[in-house]
């Protein structure tokens, strides 16, 4: 029994983000590039970008990302487990992030479509982001955007 005890102190801790809230993140991006019906290869980029930049990723962590969000999507009936999984998981700062990765990708083509633009205002709200900070999320993005170039 002692050796046990010694053994769970000498064990590190997870990781604070397992995989199921990053699958939960993917998820929802991938859904979201494919609210207007169209989902390029730019999209795609923007997804990978914002992945790998939020949970300091590897390409080949990525793409195993992607293939399992990609898989859970064709199946997606409702966001709820998704959105649930995020609201315990994250804290407010880390919900805020995501409702800027969300834009990040709805802008990536260069358009907001309604159904994004909706899918962004239904997942803040599902998530107890604020609309007040959903709209500075988007206005940080915008000026992020312009800074570039695009």
Do not use: C
């Amino acid at each position: 029994m002692f050796a046990a005890l010694i053994q769970m102190f000498n064990t590190p801790e997870p990781p604070l983000r397992g995989p199921h809230t990053k699958l939960s993140v993917a998820v929802l991006l991938l859904e979201a590039a494919r609210q207007d019906d169209h989902f390029d290869p730019v999209e795609r980029a923007a997804i990978e970008k914002v992945l790998i930049r939020r949970f300091s990723l590897t390409q080949p962590e990525v793409a195993r990302l992607m293939a399992a969000g990609e898989a859970r999507v064709a199946r997606l009936v409702q966001l709820q487990g998704h959105t649930s999984e995020i609201s315990r998981e994250m804290s407010p700062e880390e919900r805020i992030n995501l409702i800027e990765m969300l834009w990040e990708v709805v802008y990536a083509d260069g358009v907001l479509d309604p159904e994004e633009d909706h899918m962004v205002r239904r997942v803040a709200g599902l998530i107890y982001v604020t609309d007040r900070d959903r709209v500075l999320a988007r206005q940080r993005v915008l000026g992020r955007i312009k800074q570039e170039g695009h």
